[in-house]
């Protein structure tokens, strides 16, 4: 069946089409050619050329086209990267600017606070958890920082409380970040969750983080926590 | 047994900070307002030691990425999407079977894998990993922007047939389309190209993935995203209603690059089988105005000479020189969108007076405690990269003008329809309108119904 027509586009390639073993025939059993182009006579030679020429040309272009990808392809191949890395948020540097939970590609955004219970003080005023002036040392909302009420304190033996994450609620918005660090020891911070974040190559908040706290780091470290040998 | 006994500083504290709580207020203001966060983090309250087996201190969970190997899966997707696209497209030649491909993959690469990667917003990773040595493009962001390329090169745009998700959306939705004027048509067609150029000068120098921030759809496939980025796929959706696939055709710099590429694509769409009866029907059927015309029968018009071309290539070089100067001024505006230059010129303003307060940037920066002029040497070198991008992008818009003008004047002519196959976005819609097909499948299946193994 291949070449009854010298530019036969039968769309297949090369005699690879036919009904195979199917009985009823499809749209793929017609011969499609491209119409042939009109002869005309002009002094533009590439525009008037005939199919063999313009099949050359083509073909010519394609070789190009493929070198150029290939080279281009080595090129980036040789700096590509080796191992996997994603977004994390340095702690040492984030200011909690409240940019995180409002550039994120995703909402809520996929940087929430984080609870880093070994240098936790377990503060009865938790400043990361209080107001700055509360009316009282409950669990009212107007005497919460946490705008959603994400922060769950807990009473132990007396006077610790624990504080956990709710981070269904939590939107990284870091207002619990700026009191307990300013005042306390810096246990909550906010961190990329690698469960929701889908790692874009140019992370949005990155690109308006205005501490530059945004860093890759490799995809089997995938958290920066702080312990109580490093602290922020 | 209890721990205040052994905390007596710790519990010291905590009754100073009771009784001082009105100043505290105060305190946190001033020291929020000046001081960077970092700097203040220490180990005030020393954690308590629990009596043994009386609490259990949670652990800090730490939710892993996403594994691996699902890149590869992602890869291996997009070339099992291109190749049943290839296949629907030029051999079995059905817009069914191009439909359901279509379909899939806005279900994977739109609403599962959440729009991203894609192939249109890869642009930006190859551009940023050709310019910043820093920058390391991964493997499958690699793959993702070269597949579709080579596909194109050599079976014309099955990928924007049925496996880029941004297509699909646009493509399901187009139900009463309207033909524009050819002249339109034309015009709105540079537009990628301006898009393309402007993106990649934008990566090139770090400021930005336009693409990925301004992508449409992207909103939707994540189900949720800024009222600007909802309102903005909304009102697309609602023009493809009435104007097929209007991202595709006149923004989509991925489109632009793969339109140039289908042109010399070895096997590429094709409408009849035989002798085109110019029943005009694939013209009407193709919602995206990418069937040509044929040029009026009689008179034939003379081939435009020699002498066009000389006034069209004149034209072209003075159209690069007027982009470039253009460009070349436009570069200072548009280096304000890069970080580096604005924070360096806010830090300027702040510390000649001109501005009073500070801003995050500023403040972070200043915590640093870098020089200023390692800034502004950093804000020069970019500004100085945007001058040069902003002469070379008016320079190939200029090009980009005249090479379409060119094109116009030296239309390749034909006197049958047949598909533009650079705007053909290969959506198989014609294939089951020409009658010629129609006649030819019913011929067929008389002739070849006795014996099932074909030729």
Known sequence: MADQHPSSQCGCGSGACGNGGSAKPSPASIQ????????????????????SRRQFVGGALRGAFLFVLGAATSLIARVSQKERTVWQIDPTKCIACTNCANHCVLTPSAVKCVQQYPICGYCKLCTGYFEPEPNAL??????????????????????????????????GCGKCVVGCVVFGNGSFSLQIRHDRCVNCNECAIAMVCPADAFVRVPASQPYLLKTREKQG | ??????????????????????????????????????????????????????????????????????????????LGALSLSTYGVLVKRSRRHVFWVMVFSLLYFGFVRQGCVCSIGSIQDVTLALFDKSYAVPVSVLLFFLLPLVFTLFFGRSFCAAVCPLGAAQDIVTW?????????????????????????????????????EWDPFVAFFRRGGSFKMLALGAGFLAVGLFIGRPYCRFLCPYGAILSVLSRFAKWNVTLTPDDCLKCQICDVACPFGAIAEPDEAAPPKPRPGFGRLVVLG?????????????GGRLGLPMSKLNRTVSLAERIAAEDSGAIKDVNDASKAWRALGKPAHELHAEALRVRGQFRFGGLLLGAFVGLVIGAKLIGLAFAHPHDVYEPNLANCVACGRCYSYCPKVLVAAKRSEKKEMPRPTAA
């Open chain 1, 32 to 51: 499609f050619k491209k119409p042939a182009s009109a002869p005309a006579k002009s002094a533009v030679p590439a525009a008037a050329a005939p199919p």
């Open chain 1, 138 to 171: 409950n669990t009212a909302a107007e005497n919460q920082v946490c705008p959603t009420g994400a922060i769950e304190r807990r009473a132990l033996e007396d006077p610790y409380y624990e504080y956990n994450i709710d981070e269904e609620l939590c939107i």
């Open chain 2, 1 to 78: 047994m209890n721990a205040r006994g052994q905390f007596p500083i710790h519990n010291l504290q905590f009754s100073i900070l009771n009784s001082l709580a009105p100043l505290l207020r105060v305190l946190l203001l001033l020291v929020v307002l000046l001081s960077p966060l970092a700097t203040f983090a220490a180990e005030r309250f020393p954690p308590p030691e629990f009596e043994p087996g009386t609490y259990t201190m949670p652990p800090t969970t730490t939710p892993p990425p996403r594994l691996a190997v699902m890149e590869i899966v992602d890869v291996a997707v997009l």
């Open chain 2, 176 to 212: 009463k389309p309207i033909k524009l004027p050819v002249w339109l048509e034309h015009a709105l067609g540079v537009i990628p190209f301006l898009y393309l150029g402007a993106a990649v000068l934008f990566a090139a120098t770090g400021t930005a993935f336009v693409i990925c």
């Open chain 2, 314 to 326: 004149t034209l072209t070089l003075l159209l690069m020189a007027g982009g470039a100067w253009l």
